[in-house]
């Protein structure tokens, strides 16, 4: 068996700003993931729906227009009821320090710094992924 | 989750983790394969290649939205090169298909080669075998037509449309070198942009040279962006299809995939069996004299051959 991370690196929201969200996909195909990236402006429908047609292990979800809380629980319940329950997710962008408890209550299993370091975000992928999903 | 009957009723999450089983040669896979497989050959599978940035991804989007809205259910594979480096890969062609993520009876799916020489690989025929007996009118694949990997799309499709676009003089040389023998329908895409003639005419100049009696490949300005000649290239496949029909010739390519699918497990089962024998400590043995030169590589690769045929 020669298992593959399947991350989809994904922008909600209206902010067309995704030079970050770039790097972080190319650090994490350089990590050896399989990483799909949605591009600009993408609902919280479509984004639920991408990551369980293609059957990712994580969705990151990266949004600089402040409105991450309503966006990412909204993505997070829409995996549930899509039978994608199981899909670690994980925010980004800029998100304040006091929305992060909110955040984690809602499901986002963790939210990254405006630059963290990306080496750490990948080693937090590879420790939590979801490895019962696949047995 | 009951992967094999959710698959025959068209479940997304069943279709999708029954491919991540297919993509790591997770057991499971081949199970469902060998159990589904009687329902499949319904579909009708069409293969698109092309440089990268020709607009294949763009294309298939349009393609997919027409005959969604004809009442079909459309499935697609796009497959993009994993880095031989990390074995990762940016899988790109979803940005360009975003906005049909939503359309009912469509399910699309980005794939890694995973280091398969040829772009298309053992993953890719068996997915299509799943999307089949998931009950896809049409399954589209996509496959990166760099050197000579657009070959294979040959072998995994019944019809098969060469992109390109107006400035990629490179590949005008490469269809001289032989591609254009598997296209059976070409499109120039990105026809509102200056130049879209000029290829045209260069693509049937070449195709001139091998024109024959049956099909000839036609040759279509498309604009994916505008959702301009979109309608005439599914027009042209349906009409492939028929010629393929009456002729017979779709039967002699189902033999012929049929083949290449049974090669594809004997290379898998092959190599697993050579794998375990080059394990053995006695084999071990034998790599160490054939490294001090006591013997040669032919004798060692002939005996492990003999014992596997015998060890029947
Ligand atoms: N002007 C123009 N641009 C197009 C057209 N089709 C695709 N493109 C653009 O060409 C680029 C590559 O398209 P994509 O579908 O990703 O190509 P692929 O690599 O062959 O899958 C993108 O920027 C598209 O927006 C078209 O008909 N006209
Ligand atoms: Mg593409």
């Known amino acids: 068996m020669e298992e593959k991370i399947r991350v989809l690196v994904a922008k909600p929201g209206l902010d067309g700003h995704d030079r970050g969200a770039k790097v972080l996909a190319r650090a994490l195909m350089e990590a050896g993931m399989e990483v799909i990236y949605s591009g600009i402006r993408r609902t919280p429908e479509q984004i639920a729906e991408v990551a369980v047609q293609e059957d990712v292990d994580v969705v990151m979800l990266s949004c600089l227009s402040g409105a991450h809380n309503t966006l990412f629980p909204r993505v997070v319940d829409l995996l549930r009821q899509k039978g994608g329950g199981d899909i670690l997710v994980l925010g980004g962008g800029i998100i304040p320090e006091d929305d992060m408890p909110f955040l984690k209550e809602h499901g986002i299993q963790e939210v990254f710094y405006p630059g963290a370091p990306i080496k750490a975000t990948i080693q937090y992928v590879r420790d939590n992924v979801h490895k019962e999903k696949h047995s | ?122 993953s890719t025929r068996m997915a299509t075998r799943i999307l089949d007996a998931a009950g896809f009118d049409w399954i589209l694949i996509e496959t990166v037509g760099a050197g000579q990997s657009e070959v294979d799309v040959h072998d995994v499709a ?106 594809e497990i004997l290379k898998e089962r092959l190599t697993d069996t050579m794998n375990t024998e080059l394990e053995r400590a006695a084999t071990q043995a034998e790599l160490e004299k054939v490294a001090t030169r006591e013997t040669d590589p032919y004798t060692v690769a002939d005996m492990i051959v003999d014992k596997i045929w015998r060890g029947r």
């Open chain 2, 1 to 122: 989750m009951d992967v094999q009957s959710d698959i025959r009723t068209g479940d997304t999450r069943a279709i999708a983790r029954a491919i991540t089983w297919i993509e790591n040669a997770d057991a499971r896979g081949a199970a469902l394969v060998h159990d589904i497989y009687r329902q499949t050959g319904r579909a009708y599978i069409v293969g698109i290649t092309g440089s990268p940035g020709s607009g294949k991804s763009t294309l298939i989007a349009r393609m997919a939205a027409l005959l969604a809205a004809g009442g079909a259910k459309v499935g697609i594979l796009a497959v993009d090169p994993s880095s031989p480096f990390s074995g990762g890969a940016l899988l790109g062609d979803r940005i360009r298909m975003f906005d049909i993520s939503l359309t009912h009876d469509v399910y699309m799916r980005s794939m890694g080669t995973r280091g398969s020489l040829g772009g298309l690989n053992r």
């Open chain 2, 158 to 263: 019944y019809t098969t449309v060469v992109v390109l676009a107006p400035g990629m003089g490179d590949d005008i040389q490469a269809m001289k070198a032989g591609i254009m023998e598997i296209g059976d329908a070409f499109v120039i895409n990105k026809a509102d942009r200056e130049g879209a003639d000029r290829t045209l005419n260069q693509v049937e100049s070449i195709l001139h040279l091998s024109a024959a009696e049956g099909w000839n490949p036609p040759v279509l300005k498309v604009s994916a962006e505008q959702n301009a000649g979109v309608d005439e290239l599914v027009a042209v496949i349906a009409r492939h299809r028929v010629h393929l029909e009456e002729d017979g010739e779709l039967d002699r390519i189902k033999v012929r995939m049929a083949r290449l699918d049974v090669v």
